[in-house]
């Protein structure tokens, strides 16, 4: 199944809601980075956050990104997106790994640890970009979310992320939703999808199950006049250029350019997000200079 986002309303408008299945999205962020098992699940459930979250971009050139700063043994995580969801992300500690927590599952909120903080930065082509912090409540990433949501935007909201594994400790899927209620939803639709979230499975049982992020959505708002809408395609996609590593270049400063071309007769770059490199020789250096 290719990855995808599906966008719904449900109660009259009053309810707007994101589903994902972003499976081929964790896989290549696994395959890239070489990510143990926690990793793969701590990156690809941000990584799935940013997807749905990009949907509520609103300009072609928008991008939001997502830091996770905590004091834990995976040190942190920076996804990024733009408003098609093309999604790139990386982790400090690609090889992280911990015992499963206390409910059997991969101890994500351990690897990021529990003092840390949340960054949503959009950048919406403004002179300043818009910069939403909070501190971590769990770790486990999802309830951060919803944390930055109420918070920050003060829009009450439902997030579930998830990345299962199978016994090969390979990605078998991933996906999410975000739930949200504008600020006109009655009380009882607001009743009504706690009640729905509260019996809900995980949502990796879910995906286990294999259903689909239109499935998903019909059990939590399907009595509440769901209405599908348009689906996106979501992928993992890198926007590195060797233009892009050349302005980094120029940025550590003219100093730093003269020693690389005296003391290594060039340099070599490797973009975080996709582990590209790319190759300056001394002339190529040299040119450079000519920016100062
Ligand atoms: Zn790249």
Redesign the pocket.
Known sequence: MEDYIVRATAAQGTVRAVAAVTTNMVREARNIHELSPLASVALGRTMTAAALMSTFLKGTKDTLTLQIKGDGPLGGIVVVSDVNANV?GYVHNPLVHLPLNENGRYDVAGAIGKNGYLNVIKDLGLKEPYIGYVKLISGEIAEDITYYFASSEQIPSAVALGVLTNSEDLIQSAGGFIIQLMPDAEESTISNIEQKISTLPSLTKLLSEGKTPEDILELVLGEMNLKIGEKTSCQYK???SRERMERGLVSLGKEEIESMIKEQHGAETC?H??N?KYQFSENDLVSLLENF
Do not use: A, D, T
Request: proline residues 0%.
């Open positions: 790139r890198c926007n590195c973009c997000f996709c590209s």
